[in-house]
C-alpha cells in the first residue's frame, strides 16, 4: 500500500548522545503502526524529529498525503528544515506524552486551536467581522465541538481545561489534534496514566477515530494489551535504534525483544 | 496558635534586626550613647502585628482555596455582578454618559487628569495584548510610546504636520517599530525576550537624547500644536482641553473596542494559545512567529496612538517622559488589574493614574504605598482586580441534542 510518512536513516544527536540512530521507519495508508521500546530508548526524540519541534542531524523525512484524503501520486514532501506549524498544515499532527493543552483556555477553545491552520480570518477580519468570516467562525464552534463529541467530551465544553481530570486531557489533546484535519495521527503514550477501563475504551476510540477520519496512526505505548490489539505492525527501538520490527504475532516471539524487555538474565 | 508563635518571632527578629539603628543612638554632643528601648517595643509590637495580619489573610486564602476545590464553586456577588451581561450593560451606558458630560460638570484641572488617565488606559490596553493575552513580556514599553509622541513632535516641528494626519501615522510608524524589535526576538521567551525589550527601550530613549541635531536632545520639543478642529485651531485653553478630552475618550472606546474584538477571534485565539503554550500552539498548526509578531506590531501601535495624543496634550515632550519607569508604570497597570482582561486593565490603569492624584496628602510615601499595595496584590489576587473572564461559546441546540442520546455522552459529567 501507499506509504503515508517515511523516514529513512533518521538520527538525532544531543552533544555525544545519539537519542536516535539511523532509524527506518515506513507507515502506510490507513495503518496503525506501533512504536514501543523501554524508557529513553528515543521514541518521543523520534516523534520530535518527524514533527518539526527538533532538526534531524541526520537522515530524511517524507510525508506523503494519502488518495483517500485528496493526494495525487507524487511522492510526497521532504519535511526537513520545516516548522511544526507547517508540517500540522501538510496533514500530520500529534499529541504529547506530558500532556500540552492550553491550561486557562475552555475546552472547546482548545479544540478551536487546532482549527487554526484550517481557518483564515485575520486582524481586519476580526474588526470588521464581515459575514465570510462570522460564517468561518460558526464553521470552527459546530466543528470543534463535534470533535468533542467524537472524544465523548462534548458536556464539559465550556469548563477550563486544567479542571479536566487526567484521562479526559488525554483525550481533549486528541480531538485537538483531530480539529487540525491531519491525515496521519501521531500519540506520543495516550495511555499514559489511565485506568484499565478507560486504556480498553481508549483502544476502542482510537479504532473508531482511525475509520471514521480515515487515519493513519502511529502510536507510542507502554500498554502491551493495547499495543498487541490495536497494530498493524510494531516497531521497537532501544537505545535509539530500531530493534525489530513486525506484526504483533513476530514481535511477540522475537528473542531480542523479549531481551530487551526482560532483560539479559531471562535468557540464561 | 501556630500564627500567634510565628508574629511574636516575628516582631523579636525585627527588634534585633534594627537594634543598631533605632535603639542605639550616639549623642555627639554629649558624647555619650543613648538607649532607646521603647523603640526597639514599637518596633517588635508593629512587627508583630503586621505578620499576624498578613498570616491570618494568607491563611483564609489557603482555606478558600481548599473550599474551591471541595465543593461546587459558588460564584461571590462580585463575580455574579461581572456575569450579568445586563448589569454590566446599563452600568458602561451610565459610565459612558458621565464621560460624556463630565466637561460640563468638572473644571479644566479634572479634565486635563482624567484626559491622562485615559492615555494610560490606551497605553495599557496595548500593552495587554502583548504581555497579557499573548504573554510577551516586555519592559520596553514606554519607547514606542516615545516613537509615537517623536513622530507627531517632529513631524510638526519640522514639516508643521497637523495632529489627525499624524495620528495614524505615528501609529504605523510605531508598529514597525515593533515589528523592527519582534523580528530579532522571535525566538526568544521569557526571561530573554524581558532584558531584550528593556534594553530596547533605553537604548530608543537614549538615541532620543543624544541625537541632538535631529530630536532637540534632552530640552525637548516644545509649542507642538493642539488638534484642528476642520480649518480652525482652538486658541482657548479650556476649550481645548474639553476637546483633547473627547478625543482621548473616544480613542480610548475605540482601543476597548478593538482589543475586545480581537481577543474574540482567531487572531486572539492564537495570541493566548501562545501564552499558554508556545510548543503546543506551534504544534498545532499556529504559526507562533507570525503570531508574535502581529501581537507586536499591534500591541506597539496602539502605544504610538497614545504617543501622539500625548505630544498634542502637553504640546512638549522630552526624553524623561519615556523612561524605564514608564514602562514599569504601565506594566503595573497591567498585572494591577488582569493580565489578559480588559476591564481589569481599563481599571488598573484609572486607579493607578487618579489615585496618587486625587491623594495628593500622602504624596511622600506614594512610592511605599504603591509598593506595598503591588507586593500585596501579587499574594492575595494574582489574578488581578478583574481576572479575565471565559468566553462562554453558544452551542447551538440542534448540536446539543444530536449528541444527548449517545451512550459516550451518557458517562460523562464531572
Ligand atoms: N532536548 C534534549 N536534550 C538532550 N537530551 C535529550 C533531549 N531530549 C531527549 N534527550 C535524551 O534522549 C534520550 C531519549 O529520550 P526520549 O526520546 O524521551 O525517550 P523515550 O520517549 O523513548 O522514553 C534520553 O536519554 C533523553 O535523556
Ligand atoms: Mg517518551
Redesign the interface.
Given at each position: 500500500m501507499h506509504p503515508v510518512l517515511q523516514a529513512s536513516g533518521l538520527s538525532m544527536v544531543f552533544g555525544g548522545l545519539r537519542a536516535v540512530n539511523s532509524v527506518d521507519l515506513c507507515v502506510r495508508d490507513g495503518e496503525i503502526v506501533a512504536l514501543i521500546g523501554p524508557n529513553g530508548a528515543g521514541k518521543t526524540t523520534f516523534f520530535n524529529c518527524i514533527?518539526g519541534?527538533y532538526t534531524p542531524t541526520e537522515g530524511q523525512i517524507r510525508l506523503c498525503r494519502p488518495k483517500t484524503h485528496g493526494g495525487g501520486n507524487d511522492s510526497g514532501t521532504v519535511l526537513n528544515g520545516f516548522?511544526?506549524?507547517?508540517i500540522?498544515?501538510l496533514g500530520m499532527?500529534?499529541t504529547?506524552q506530558n500532556i500540552?493543552?492550553?491550561?486557562?483556555?475552555?475546552v472547546?477553545?482548545n479544540v478551536?486551536?487546532?482549527m487554526?491552520?484550517?481557518?483564515r480570518?485575520?486582524?481586519l477580519?476580526?474588526?470588521f467581522?464581515p459575514p465570510s468570516?462570522r460564517a468561518?467562525?460558526k464553521l470552527?464552534?459546530?466543528k470543534s465541538?463535534?470533535y468533542l463529541?467524537a472524544v465523548?467530551?462534548?458536556?464539559?465544553?465550556?469548563?477550563?481545561a486544567r479542571n479536566?481530570?487526567y484521562g479526559?486531557q488525554r483525550r481533549l489533546e486528541i480531538a485537538?489534534?483531530l480539529a487540525?484535519e491531519p491525515f496521519m495521527l501521531l500519540l506520543d503514550e495516550p495511555a499514559a496514566g489511565m485506568n484499565p477501563q478507560e486504556t480498553i475504551a481508549l483502544q476502542e476510540l482510537i479504532r473508531t477515530l482511525r475509520s471514521q477520519y480515515n487515519l493513519t496512526v502511529l502510536l507510542i505505548e507502554h500498554d502491551m494489551g493495547l499495543v498487541m490489539s490495536l497494530s498493524d505492525r510494531i516497531y521497537v527501538m532501544e537505545y535509539g535504534t530500531k530493534i525489530a520490527e513486525g506484526t504483533p504475532m513476530e514481535i511477540g516471539h522475537n528473542p531480542r525483544v523479549i531481551k530487551a524487555y526482560l532483560g539479559e538474565d531471562f535468557n540464561a | 496558635m501556630q500564627i500567634l508563635k510565628k508574629a511574636i518571632l516575628t516582631g523579636i527578629w525585627f527588634a534585633v534586626l534594627t537594634f543598631p539603628i533605632m535603639v542605639v543612638k550616639v549623642d555627639h554632643i554629649e558624647g555619650k550613647m543613648v538607649w532607646r528601648w521603647e523603640n526597639a517595643g514599637y518596633i517588635a509590637i508593629g512587627a508583630a502585628l503586621l505578620s499576624l495580619v498578613w498570616r491570618y489573610l494568607l491563611e483564609r486564602k489557603a482555606m478558600r482555596r481548599r473550599q474551591e476545590e471541595l465543593a461546587i464553586r459558588e460564584p461571590s456577588l462580585w463575580n455574579k455582578i461581572l456575569r450579568d451581561p445586563k448589569l454590566i450593560r446599563t452600568g458602561l451606558l451610565i459610565l459612558l454618559l458621565l464621560m460624556l458630560i463630565l466637561p460640563a460638570l468638572s473644571s479644566t484641572y479634572h479634565i486635563n487628569i482624567i484626559a491622562t488617565a485615559l492615555i494610560y488606559v490606551v497605553l495599557a490596553l496595548g500593552l495587554n495584548i502583548a504581555v497579557g493575552l499573548s504573554g510577551q513580556l516586555v519592559l520596553g514599553y514606554a519607547a514606542f510610546y516615545a516613537v509615537g509622541a517623536y513622530a507627531y513632535g517632529l513631524a510638526n516641528h519640522y514639516l508643521g504636520i497637523g495632529f489627525w494626519a499624524m495620528l495614524p501615522v505615528g501609529g504605523i510608524i510605531a508598529a514597525l517599530a515593533g515589528i523592527l524589535l519582534g523580528l530579532p526576538v522571535l525566538r526568544l521567551r521569557g526571561d530573554y525576550l524581558a532584558i531584550v525589550t528593556l534594553g530596547f527601550g533605553e537604548i530608543t530613549r537614549l538615541i532620543i537624547q543624544n541625537w541632538s541635531s535631529l530630536t532637540r536632545g534632552p530640552g525637548g520639543i516644545s509649542g507642538i500644536a493642539k488638534p484642528g478642529f476642520f480649518n480652525f485651531s482652538m486658541a482657548d485653553v479650556a476649550v481645548s482641553s474639553v476637546y483633547i478630552y473627547y478625543i482621548t475618550l473616544a480613542l480610548a472606546i475605540l482601543t476597548i473596542f478593538?482589543v475586545d474584538?480581537?481577543k474574540h477571534?482567531?487572531?486572539?485565539?492564537?495570541w493566548?494559545?501562545l501564552r499558554?503554550?508556545e510548543?503546543?500552539?506551534?504544534?498545532?498548526?499556529?504559526?507562533?512567529?507570525r503570531t508574535k509578531l502581529?501581537a507586536f506590531a499591534?500591541s506597539s501601535m496602539w502605544a504610538g496612538f497614545a504617543g501622539v495624543l500625548m505630544a498634542t496634550k502637553t504640546t512638549f515632550i522630552n526624553p524623561n517622559s519615556f523612561t524605564f519607569m514608564e514602562s514599569a508604570l504601565i506594566l503595573s497597570m497591567v498585572v494591577l488589574g488582569g493580565m489578559g482582561s480588559i476591564w481589569g486593565v481599563v481599571l488598573g490603569a484609572v486607579a493607578i493614574i487618579l489615585l496618587p492624584e486625587y491623594l495628593r496628602a500622602f504624596s511622600e510615601y506614594r512610592m511605599l504605598i504603591f509598593g506595598a499595595i503591588m507586593v500585596a496584590m501579587m499574594v492575595f489576587r494574582p489574578q488581578g482586580l478583574i481576572p479575565p473572564q471565559?468566553?462562554?461559546?453558544?452551542?447551538?441546540d440542534y448540536?446539543?441534542k444530536k449528541?444527548a442520546g449517545?451512550p459516550?455522552?451518557a458517562?460523562?459529567?464531572?
Open positions: 514533527t519541534i516548522r511544526p506549524s507547517r500540522t498544515k499532527a500529534r504529547f500540552r493543552l492550553f491550561p486557562n483556555m475552555t472547546l477553545e478551536m486551536i487546532g487554526h491552520c484550517r481557518t480570518a485575520g486582524i477580519g476580526a474588526l467581522r468570516v468561518e467562525e470552527v464552534i459546530e465541538y463535534s463529541e465523548g467530551l462534548q458536556s464539559l465544553y465550556s469548563e477550563r479536566l481530570p479526559d485537538r489534534a487540525a | 478593538v474584538r480581537l477571534s482567531r487572531v486572539g485565539r492564537a493566548q494559545a499558554e503554550d510548543i503546543a500552539s506551534e504544534a498545532m498548526g499556529v504559526d507562533t512567529m502581529s499591534l471565559f468566553r462562554r461559546y453558544e452551542i447551538p448540536l446539543k449528541s449517545t459516550e455522552g458517562k460523562e459529567g464531572n
